[in-house]
């Protein structure tokens, strides 16, 4: 499981915990979060999240 940071706000999206509150399940990866999801902090689009290498 990976982890992606919004580079707007630095929101991070973990896979292993999903986003449940938003209907997306625990282990849901990042490539099947719908491409219209945005950032619950700022509203910003997929695109600006990026990949943090551990």
Same mark, same amino acid.
């Given at each position: 499981?990976?982890t #992606? ?5 630095? %929101? *991070?999206?973990? /896979? ?13 990866? #990042? ?5 219209? %999801? *945005?950032?619950? /902090? ?5 695109d ?7």
């Amino acid at each position: 499981m990976r982890t #992606w940071m919004c580079l707007i706000c630095g %929101w *991070v999206y973990d /896979e292993a915990a999903g986003l449940p509150e938003e209907g997306i399940a625990p282990g849901t990866r #990042w490539e099947d979060v719908p491409p219209n %999801w *945005v950032c619950p /902090e700022c509203g910003a689009r997929k695109d600006d999240f990026e990949l943090m290498e551990i």
